[in-house]
T-cell receptor
Framework: QQQVKQSPQSLIVQKGGISIINCAYE??????FPWYQQFPGKGPALLIA?????SEKKEGRFTISFNKSAKQFSLHIMDSQPGDSATYFC?????????????FGTGTRLTIIP | EAQVTQNPRYLITVTGKKLTVTCSQN?????MSWYRQDPGLGLRQIYY???????DKGDVPEGYKVSRKEKRNFPLILESPSPNQTSLYFC????????????FGSGTRLTVV
């Protein structure tokens, strides 16, 4: 069963716009929620991560919003740029620092058009 | 350069012929993990290891074996590959206490015919 559900599967956003990708989870024991970014031909790379004791985390143009009661979290990319075109994966895990057993969503292919 | 190295990058093999995909990291990381990536299914964990001689099953371990005899190496073994194991495989490593997430290799594209 898919423990982390991600939507949409693909997303096209105009340059300068806001890209929003959503994820939902079932297991309330999850306590670490990272987002990974993957460019074609490369492995995924950690973009930003959040723990459930905060509702929002911002790093530059990237923001995670976390809603513990709804068991949902989302990635917002402000002022989206063509260089942001990539596949984005949300993930969740349980553990001290979260990397023991990381469960990924199905991915969102983001395309930023001029 | 800190990295996770997988070999080979591409492999075409026949059903039933045993193969090994190697993975090595030079960052002295405790954690290592294997994932497979399939369209529409995202990344699914096959096996993970929390340290030398400590391994555990992920979500899709059937048909795979791993070993962790040395800290830097974590090979993935397919004893009798089948076409449903055609996929893109990633090895990843991480320090035990870190906020930097997994470092992934560049992937191995395996085709089983």
């Amino acid at each position: 069963q898919q423990q982390v559900k991600q939507s949409p599967q693909s997303l096209i956003v105009q340059k300068g716009g806001i890209s929003i990708i959503n994820c939902a989870y079932e297991n309330t024991a999850f306590d670490y929620f990272p987002w990974y970014q993957q460019f074609p031909g490369k492995g995924p790379a950690l973009l930003i991560a959040i723990r459930p004791d905060v509702s929002e985390k911002k790093e530059g143009r990237f923001t995670i919003s976390f809603n513990k009661s709804a068991k949902q979290f989302s990635l917002h990319i402000m002022d989206s740029q063509p260089g942001d075109s990539a596949t984005y994966f949300c993930a969740a895990s349980i553990g001290n620092f979260g990397n023991e057993k990381l469960t990924f969503g199905t991915g969102t292919r983001l395309t930023i058009i001029p | 350069e800190a990295q996770v190295t997988q070999n080979p990058r591409y492999l075409i093999t026949v059903t039933g012929k045993k193969l090994t995909v190697t993975c090595s990291q030079n960052m002295n990381h405790e954690y290592m993990s294997w994932y497979r990536q399939d369209p529409g299914l995202g990344l699914r964990q096959i096996y993970y290891s929390m340290n030398v001689e400590v391994t555990d099953k992920g979500d899709v371990p059937e048909g795979y074996k791993v070993s962790r005899k040395e800290k830097r190496n974590f090979p993935l073994i397919l004893e009798s590959p089948s076409p449903n194991q055609t996929s893109l495989y990633f090895c990843a490593s991480s320090a035990r206490r870190t906020n930097y997430g997994y470092t992934f290799g560049s992937g191995t594209r395996l085709t089983v015919v």
